[in-house]
């Protein structure tokens, strides 16, 4: 029997992760297997929460802004209303949200998988603890995502400062403003 311990379930790495294994159980690629999810955070995960999902709501209102801007066709460009734009995206996460919940309580009603909607950590290399109980893995898959980290920039505590998070809840905007860090969430964020 293969223990998999997935850290991180409800991120997208780590359903995506869940989905494999169960789909290589049911292809007969894996002759067995115990899956434990494992996650004590929101339903989510980074990209649902405050990574792709929300940055490409927003984006998708300048889109069509800019698109109006260059048809001539058109005339002016409606102004993009920022405050219902930021409500829906919340909308929209909060749908996501309920769908991954859906989709990791759909995976734990299968007989080899159990999901622990807690925290756990390494005891030794073989073993996790969640809660009163010692999993003993074979594999363990960490997909814990990822958080904003503020760099130590000589003057950066003189300043304003505001992670993605905060970024895709504004409703206001500086004139002006540095981005620091241009992974996948700076680039999209950045326009």
Do not use: W
């Not at 894996?30 to 004590?40: A, E, F, M, V, Y």
């Not at 929460?49 to 940055?55: D, F, K, N, T």
């Not at 920022?82 to 991954?100: G, I, L, N, P």
């Amino acid at each position: 029997m293969v223990h998999v311990a997935v850290l991180g379930a409800y991120g997208s790495a780590g359903v995506a992760a869940a989905e494999g294994l169960l789909a290589a159980l049911d292809e007969g690629r894996l002759d067995t297997l115990t899956l434990s999810l494992i996650d004590g955070g929101e339903p989510g995960g980074l990209c649902i929460l405050r990574g792709c999902m929300p940055s490409k709501d927003l984006l998708s209102a300048g889109g069509h802004r800019f698109q109006v801007r260059h048809d001539d066709r058109l005339g002016q460009a409606p102004m993009v209303d920022v405050d219902r734009t930021v409500t829906q995206k919340d909308t929209h996460v909060a749908s996501f949200v309920e769908h991954r919940k859906a989709g990791i309580e759909a995976m734990a009603d299968r007989p080899e998988v159990t999901f622990y909607p807690e925290h756990g950590r390494f005891v030794d290399a073989s073993t996790i603890s969640v809660g009163d109980e010692h999993l003993e893995i074979d594999y363990a898959i960490i997909a814990t995502g990822s958080n904003p980290t503020i760099p130590p920039v000589p003057g950066i505590d003189d300043v304003e400062v505001h992670t993605s998070a905060e970024v895709l809840d504004a409703t206001t905007f500086p004139a002006s403003g540095v981005i620091i860090g241009f992974g996948f969430i700076g680039m999209e964020l950045a326009p």
